[in-house]
C-alpha cells in the first residue's frame, strides 16, 4: 500500500451534509440509460455527443458506463473496474468522454456516472486477483491493498490464498472479483478521492452505484455527503418495496436521505401488468408509490441486465406493450430513466410522452389519484404543475372527462391533459422524417375562441401569421422549423418549437475504407446494427479484405456494404483473423467511411480515428451551395457519377432532372 496523504473524510463530512439531498425535489427532469449489454457502438462517446442536440430537447440526464480502463479485452461493459484515474475505455478516449460530458452539459443535461465500487479487478502483473494498481492523480498515490479486501470474500477462498486482513463484508458477496471492505479508511479515502475527480474533474453531474446490496448503505451516505453530487441512484435490486425503502433510509445523514434508488418494485408491477395482461397489477406498492419515497423513486421498464441478451441470458424483459409500459413511468411521479434500445425501436412514441409530462409539468413528487381500476383498465390521474394528466393503460376503453384532450396514444395507452395548460400541440414530435410528414395541430385551451398561429422559417409567429383551427393539419415536404402558437385575446402565447429533417433516400452503397495498417492480414467482420445482430460478412472473424485502391500514393482496403432503408446502418471490426488482435467496434455506418487503425490500445483492442472529412473532403448536407471551381461533377451519394458539366455551371442547375435526394457536388453533400 503506498499512500501520501490521507483525506480524513470524517472531518469534511460535517458542512456539506446539510448540501446533499440525494436527489432533487420537485424534479421534472428525465433520464435516458444511455447503454444496453454490448452497447460498444451505440454508446462510443463520440456517438453520444453527435446526437446532444436531440437529447437535450427530451432528456436532462443521461446515464453513460463506468467510464475507467478496465485492463482487459474483454471490457464487460465497465463492470470489472481496474484503474480509477485511466479514463480511456472501450468507449473512448478520455478527451472524448469530457467532450461528450462537456457537450451535453452546454445543452444543460447531466451525465450520469456508473459508479462500481463493491468490487475492483487486479492489473494482472504477476496472475494474482490482488494487485491493484498504484495510480498517482494531483500529486498523491492511490493504491488498496490485502488490507482492503472483505476477509470473507468469494466465501473466505480469498483469504486462503492470501493474507487478507479486511473487515468481513458488509454487504452481499460477490465472487467474480475481490470485495471492497469498506469499513477500511484506505477504501473510503480512495472512493472519496475518486467520486470527486468523476464530478470536479470530469464534470460529472451525478452517480449511479452499481450493486449497492454489496455494501452497507451507510457508505453511500458517508460518500455522498462529502462529495456532494447533485444527483444518486442506487440499483438496490430487490422487488420488496420494504428493503428498497430500508435501503434509502440506510443513506441518511442528520436525518436526511442521500442517495434515490431505481425503484425495482414499480417496475416488477410494470412487467406483470403488461406481459399478464391485468392491468390492476399497476395498483401494486412500488417505491413511487409512498409520497415521502416517491422524490427518492426512479422509475424504468428496462435495464442493461433485465434485457434479453441471448438464450444463455434471457433476462427478465417486458415482451408486451412495451410503449405503454414507457407510458406509465413517463407520467407518473418518480424520476423516469428510459432504457436506450427502447428509446432507439420507439422514439417517435417515447418523445410524444415526454414531452406531454413536461408540458403538464408532472415531476417526482406529482400527487396521484386512481379514477379507473380493473384487470383491463387502469387510470390514474397526475396533479402536475402546470396541469393535470390522465393516464389510462389497459385493453378496456377510457372516456377522458369534459375539459382534456388526447395528447398521446398507442396500444395499451392514453395520454389526456386538461385543457387548462393553454398550449398549442403538434401530434408529431421533432425528428428525421422521409419525402415529408403531415402534422396535427391542436389547441388545448378553455377559451373556445382559440386560434393556431404558425410559421414554418423558424420566425415567431403573429397575430398575422398563418393560422389553423383545432385539428388541422399542415403537410412539410422540406426541412422546417414549425413554430406553433396559441392566439386568444389578440395576444399570441406560448409558442411551442417543432424541427423535422425531411430526408429524400435512395437505396445505394456504403463502402468501408481502412487504411493499409500493415498487418500480415486483415479481416473485416460486420453486423448490421438494428438489433438483430445479423452478420453480414461471415462468422467471427469475418472475411479477409483483399481489395485495394490507391489515395493519395497509399494503399487503402476496402469493401461495399449495401444500405436500403433511411433507418437502416451497420457495425464493422477490423481484424487479424481468428484469435488474434481486433479493434474496437466501428459505426454505425450507412455512407462511405475511411478510417485508420491506430497503434493504440484501449482494453487490449486497437483505438480507430475516422478520417473521413480529410480524405473525400466531404463534409455535412448543405442547401445554399451556389458555385464550384473547376468542371461540375455530381454523384449520387454512394459515389457514383451521375453528371458532368462544364465550370460555370450553377450547382441548382446542375441538378436539374435529377430526383429528390442528396448529391455530392465539390466536395459538399447537396440536398434537393
Request: proline share 4%.
Amino acid at each position: 500500500m503506498n499512500r501520501t496523504k490521507t483525506f480524513m473524510a470524517s472531518l469534511l463530512l460535517a458542512p456539506l451534509a446539510a448540501v446533499a439531498q440525494g436527489w432533487p425535489a420537485d424534479y421534472g427532469g428525465v433520464m435516458l440509460q444511455g447503454f444496453y449489454w454490448d452497447s460498444y457502438v451505440d454508446t462510443q462517446w463520440s456517438n453520444i455527443e453527435a446526437q446532444a442536440d436531440e437529447l437535450a430537447e427530451y432528456f436532462d440526464l443521461v446515464w453513460v458506463p463506468q467510464s475507467g480502463n478496465c485492463n482487459s479485452q474483454y471490457n464487460v461493459m465497465g463492470y470489472t473496474p481496474v484503474y480509477y484515474y485511466d479514463q480511456n475505455s472501450s468507449f473512448g478516449t478520455e478527451a472524448q468522454l469530457r467532450s461528450m460530458i462537456g457537450a451535453l452539459r452546454s445543452r444543460n443535461v447531466g451525465v450520469i456516472a456508473d459508479v462500481v465500487i463493491n468490487h475492483r479487478g487486479s492489473v494482472g502483473a504477476d496472475g494474482s486477483w490482488v494487485d491493484f494498481p498504484a495510480e498517482t492523480h494531483g500529486g498523491v498515490t492511490y493504491q488498496m491493498g490485502l488490507a482492503d479486501i472483505c476477509i470473507d470474500d468469494d466465501g473466505g477462498e480469498t483469504a486462503k490464498r492470501y493474507a487478507i486482513t479486511g473487515a468481513k463484508d458488509t454487504g452481499d458477496d460477490w465472487s467474480g472479483m475481490r470485495d471492497l471492505d469498506h469499513t477500511s479508511q484506505n477504501v473510503q479515502d480512495n472512493v472519496i478521492a475518486y467520486l470527486r475527480f468523476l464530478k470536479d474533474e470530469l464534470g460529472y453531474a451525478g452517480f449511479r452505484y452499481d450493486m449497492v446490496k454489496g455494501y452497507g448503505a451507510q457508505y453511500t451516505g458517508l460518500y455522498n455527503s462529502t462529495v456532494a453530487p447533485e444527483y444518486s441512484v442506487g440499483e438496490y435490486w430487490d422487488g420488496n418495496v420494504n428493503l428498497v425503502r430500508g435501503w434509502v433510509d440506510g443513506t441518511k445523514v442528520d436525518g436526511v436521505p442521500q442517495s434515490a434508488a431505481f425503484d425495482f418494485p414499480t417496475r416488477y408491477a410494470i412487467r406483470d401488468a403488461c406481459n399478464g395482461g391485468d392491468w390492476s397489477k399497476l395498483a401494486t406498492p412500488g417505491l413511487a408509490s409512498y409520497d415521502d419515497y416517491r422524490r427518492y423513486a426512479v422509475t424504468f421498464v428496462e435495464n442493461h441486465d433485465t434485457q434479453y441478451r441471448d438464450a444463455s441470458y434471457p433476462g427478465d424483459p417486458v415482451t408486451a406493450y412495451v410503449e405503454a409500459a414507457n407510458a406509465y413511468i413517463l407520467t407518473m411521479p418518480g424520476t423516469p430513466c428510459v432504457f436506450l434500445s427502447h428509446w432507439k425501436d420507439h422514439k417517435r412514441a417515447i418523445k410524444q410522452l415526454v414531452l406531454a409530462r413536461k408540458l403538464a409539468g408532472i415531476t417526482n413528487q406529482s400527487a396521484t389519484r386512481v379514477v379507473n381500476y380493473s384487470s383491463s383498465l387502469y387510470a390514474v390521474e397526475v396533479t402536475g404543475g402546470r396541469s393535470t394528466l390522465i393516464g389510462a393503460f389497459g385493453t378496456g376503453r377510457y372516456s377522458a372527462p369534459a375539459g382534456y384532450s388526447l395528447v398521446a396514444s398507442g396500444e395499451g395507452y392514453s395520454v389526456f391533459v386538461a385543457d387548462a395548460v393553454e398550449s398549442p400541440w403538434v401530434d408529431i414530435p421533432s425528428g428525421q422524417y422521409e419525402n415529408s410528414v403531415t402534422v396535427t395541430l391542436s389547441a388545448l385551451s378553455a377559451d373556445a375562441s382559440a386560434r393556431l398561429v404558425y410559421t414554418t422559417d423558424g420566425t415567431e409567429p403573429t397575430a398575422s401569421s398563418a393560422s389553423v383551427a383545432d385539428g388541422g393539419g399542415i403537410t412539410l415536404s422540406s426541412s422546417t422549423t414549425l413554430k406553433v402558437g396559441l392566439l386568444a385575446g389578440g395576444e399570441v402565447r406560448n409558442v411551442i418549437t417543432r424541427r423535422y429533417d425531411i430526408e429524400f433516400f435512395e437505396p445505394h452503397q456504403a463502402t468501408v475504407y481502412v487504411k493499409d495498417p500493415g498487418w500480415s492480414a486483415l479481416y473485416m467482420y460486420a453486423w448490421a446494427n438494428d438489433g438483430s445482430g445479423t452478420e453480414l460478412n461471415g462468422s467471427w472473424p469475418g472475411t479477409q479484405v483483399t481489395a485495394t485502391c490507391d489515395i493519395n500514393g497509399q494503399r487503402w482496403y476496402y469493401q461495399p456494404f449495401y444500405i436500403y432503408t433511411s433507418s437502416y446502418s451497420f457495425n464493422v471490426i477490423f481484424d487479424m483473423g481468428s484469435n488474434a488482435d481486433q479493434t474496437v467496434d466501428i459505426g454505425p455506418i450507412s455512407e462511405d467511411r475511411y478510417y485508420e487503425v491506430s497503434a493504440d490500445k484501449v482494453n487490449g483492442k486497437y483505438t480507430v480515428t475516422d478520417v473521413t472529412s480529410v480524405v473525400s473532403g466531404i463534409g455535412d448536407a448543405v442547401a445554399d451551395v451556389q458555385t464550384v471551381a473547376g468542371p461540375v461533377r455530381v454523384y449520387a451519394i454512394g459515389g457514383q457519377m451521375v453528371r458532368e458539366l462544364p465550370e460555370g455551371t450553377p450547382v441548382q442547375a446542375a441538378m436539374d432532372g435529377l430526383p429528390r435526394g442528396v448529391y455530392i457536388i465539390g466536395g459538399k453533400k447537396i440536398v434537393k
